[in-house]
């Protein structure tokens, strides 16, 4: 079974910059894309970022391109969210999923085309 677990949320002031980590266990990472998607209070969750299974190939949600970058890091494991410039609107339950049997190009939009999340990290950026 897979496992994911989110770290690296907190507490900072507009303009501030987060690193939130996705680490991924259970079977062979290097065959997963990775997304991380948000959901703040009363909202619907939404798509931040992807990566492709080889890390070749990015994709971003409007609101966070230029600020976000998406990252992996094979030997580890490990997905990664830089977030600079952050916003007020910014401030959400982070999450990270993955999605098996992809190929090796490809990235993924939506939720529901991911088979396994994390437990989410709350991020709060304050104005």
């Known amino acids: 079974q897979v496992q994911l677990v989110e770290s690296g949320g907190g507490l900072v002031q507009a303009g501030g910059s987060l690193r939130l980590s996705c680490a991924v266990s259970?079977?062979?990472?290097?065959?997963?894309?990775m997304g991380w998607f948000r959901q703040a209070p009363g909202k619907e969750r939404e798509f931040v970022a992807a990566?492709?299974?080889?890390?070749?190939?990015?994709y971003y949600a409007d609101s966070v391109k230029g600020r976000f970058t998406i990252s992996r890091d094979h030997p580890e494991n490990t997905v990664y969210l830089q977030m600079n410039s952050l916003k007020p609107e910014d401030t959400a339950v982070y999450y990270c999923?993955?999605?098996?049997?992809?190929?090796?190009?490809?990235?993924?939009?939506?939720?529901?085309?991911?088979?396994?999340w994390g437990q989410g990290t709350q991020v709060t950026v304050s104005s």
């Open positions: 990566i492709s299974r080889s890390g070749g190939t990015t």
């Open positions: 259970g079977r062979t990472f290097s065959t997963y894309a």
């Open positions: 999923a993955t999605k098996n049997q992809v190929s090796s190009r490809s990235v993924y939009v939506r939720g529901d085309e991911y088979d396994y």
